[in-house]
Structure formats: structure tokens, C-alpha cells
């Protein structure tokens, strides 16, 4: 059976399609992080480190000791800051994390079509043709003269008239 050629292109473009979600989300993931507004970078150096980095290591980012309770100041920009970074954080994997898995399934949908995966109609399936089986020798469900050929020897056909010995009812 031969497919129309735009059938084909589409299956295709979903597989590249969910490629290339899967590329921009792993990117998305190793991509330093952008910088939080009450300055600094979200990492120990002069750059931002990526997304999986921070997520996995919250400690990393950079933002020294935590200053003391008593300075109220530098404790607020201390937790702006960190916030900030989370934030970015948790934000760009849960992005990402939901561009790769939308991409996985579409990549895997195009794929399974592309590679034949077409269904027919329930009504088309082609039935499997099975030999007629031959009768076999014994009694049968037809009356007649099939009925009579195969009864054992002595014993009167269904339906006759005959009678056993002794009452039916004792009483």
C-alpha cells in the first residue's frame, strides 16, 4: 500500500520537530543562568552557572555565609538574592523539563508513524482462512438417516417406538 507523499513530510517534521525541542531543552538546562536584578551572578565565578547545576546544588550559587540576623540590611539583599536565583532556577528546569518531555512524545509519535505504525480500520483486517475440518465418524446432531448409520449396534434409533423393559414409574 502506498502512502500519499505529504503523509510522509508530516511524520517527518514531527520527528525533527521533537528533536530539535529535545536539543533546546537540554540547552536550556546547561545555559548559565541569567543575572538576579539585585546584582551578582548566580554562581561562584564571574558567570552564572547552568540551571542543572543549581538545581541539584542550591549551595552553589554562590552567595557566601548567610549574614548574621542581627544585620537586617545585608540579610535582606542576601535573601533577594538567593531567591532570585532559585527562582531562575526552579523556573528554567521545570521549563525545560516540560519542553523535553512534550518533545520526547511528539519525536516518538512521528517516529512510530514514520517507521509504518498505521493502523487499518477494524472492518479491514484480513481474516485468517482456516481448512474446512472433515466430519468425524460418530453420532451427530442431524436426525435421519446420518442418525441411524451411526448408532452402535442393538440399539434403536432416537425417536423410535420402542419400549424398554419394566414400569417407568414404580408406585
Not at 73 to 92: H, I, K, M, N, P
Not at 127 to 156: E, F, N
Amino acid at each position: 500500500m502506498k502512502r500519499p507523499q505529504h503523509h510522509m513530510w508530516f511524520r517527518l517534521f514531527l520527528v525533527f520537530l521533537g528533536l530539535f525541542g529535545i536539543a533546546f531543552a537540554i540547552a536550556g538546562l546547561v545555559v548559565g543562568l541569567p543575572r538576579p536584578a539585585v546584582g551578582g551572578t548566580c554562581g561562584p565565578s564571574a558567570s552564572s552557572e547552568s540551571a542543572i547545576v543549581a538545581f541539584f546544588d542550591p549551595g552553589s550559587i554562590g552567595a557566601g555565609a548567610e549574614p548574621a540576623a542581627t544585620n537586617a540590611t545585608d540579610r535582606a539583599d542576601w535573601l533577594a538574592f538567593v531567591g532570585e536565583c532559585q527562582a531562575s532556577t526552579d523556573g528554567r528546569v521545570l521549563g525545560t523539563f516540560a519542553i523535553l518531555i512534550l518533545s520526547i512524545g511528539l519525536a516518538t509519535v512521528g517516529l512510530a508513524l514514520a517507521l509504518g505504525g498505521t493502523r487499518r480500520p477494524s472492518g479491514t483486517d484480513p481474516q485468517p482462512q482456516t481448512p474446512p475440518t472433515p466430519r468425524q465418524p460418530g453420532p451427530t446432531a442431524y436426525a435421519g438417516a446420518d442418525l441411524v448409520a451411526t448408532q452402535p449396534a442393538g440399539s434403536a434409533p432416537v425417536g423410535s417406538s420402542t419400549m424398554t423393559a419394566g414400569p417407568m414409574w414404580s408406585g
